[in-house]
């Protein structure tokens, strides 16, 4: 018969006990407790825009257009016997941005509403109950990243277009002008983004949201192109003078009426409809369920 083996000794329980987490019924989690702040919704949101693989194509898709179209118009015009008779030569950047502006639309409705159709967002707010202070991260993270991303691509294709026209005889770029052709116009693009943003978070559709915001900038200038009936003149003037496109051309003098905004506001007229949008979507936010 073989001799029975005395027993293993057992290790020690660990001192679950010295760690500073809340104790359930006599276990104590190693998971030290902290109450959460913005600053940490943040970072989450900063870690998940700056990993997505589509924000970094939408954006250089973005600096492409915005850079491309900007120099080839530039350098079109350079070659040409044109005399630009002291026209701003930075307003050669606006054909680049317009059609970048797709980019940054697309990339803020996708911030938000690709969450809710991948159901990341259940997850987000389980981390995150505070509804307001996700949307809030969320909106603060893009705004920055799109106004950054604007301004650097803004400012540099306005000092190639400075340089290649001023053989052409475009003028020397006043300092507001270069203000609002620089810092003026990337704070408009980018609180275009942000409204995109905060449209997603309404509709909680990507195609949808999008469809919305390329209707918002589009439409009311193809209408007005259309209306021809002298009734609806008045009309047809508001759509021209308020369209997304002829805001976007008052930042470098270059409106499409003598009427309507001028000047920075446009700014102001975007920082408004964002505001009212914001609050309205923290509302709805509140009633509906994730």
Same mark, same amino acid.
């Given at each position: 018969?073989?001799?029975?083996? $005395? ?22 989690? $190693?998971?030290? !407790?902290?109450?959460?702040? #913005? ?67 697309? #990339? ?25 202070? !996700? ?13 950054? !991303? ?40 980018? #609180? ?5 943003l905060i449209i997603g978070s309404i509709i909680r559709h990507s195609a949808g ?10 439409? $009311? ?13 008045? !009309? ?55």
């Amino acid at each position: 018969m073989s001799t029975p083996q $005395p027993p293993m000794p057992q290790a020690a329980a660990p001192n679950w006990q010295a760690a500073a987490g809340p104790s359930y019924g006599g276990y104590t989690s $190693p998971i030290p !407790v902290v109450r959460t702040h #913005l600053g940490h919704a943040l970072a989450s949101e900063w870690t998940k825009i700056k990993s997505v693989r589509s924000t970094i194509w939408t954006l250089g898709v973005f600096l492409i257009l915005v850079v491309g179209i900007g120099a080839l118009a530039a350098v079109v015009v350079s070659n040409s016997s044109s005399e630009l008779h002291g026209e701003n030569p930075l307003s050669f950047g606006f054909f680049g941005l317009l059609l970048g502006c797709m980019c940054i639309i697309t #990339l803020g409705v996708l911030t938000t509403a690709s969450e809710y159709g991948t159901g990341m967002i259940r997850t987000t707010m389980t981390a995150c109950p505070s509804r307001g202070r !996700v949307l809030a991260a969320k909106s603060i993270v893009f705004f920055s990243v799109a106004f950054v !991303v604007t301004l650097v691509a803004s400012t540099f294709i306005a000092f190639v277009d400075a340089s290649l026209l001023e053989a052409n005889g475009a003028k020397d770029p006043s300092a507001s002008e270069w203000l609002k052709g620089t810092v003026g116009v990337s704070l408009y693009v980018a #609180l275009l983004g942000l409204l995109s943003l905060i449209i997603g978070s309404i509709i909680r559709h990507s195609a949808g949201a999008i469809t919305v915001m390329i209707g918002a900038v589009l439409a $009311p200038l193809v209408i007005a192109l259309f209306m021809f009936s002298q009734s609806l003149e008045d !009309v047809r003037q508001k759509l021209f003078e308020y369209s997304i496109p002829n805001q976007l051309s008052v930042f470098y003098s270059n409106s499409l009426t003598e009427s309507g905004p001028s000047g920075w506001d446009p700014l102001w007229i975007i920082v408004g409809v964002t505001a009212v949008a914001f609050a309205g979507a923290v509302a709805l936010l509140e009633q509906r369920d994730v």
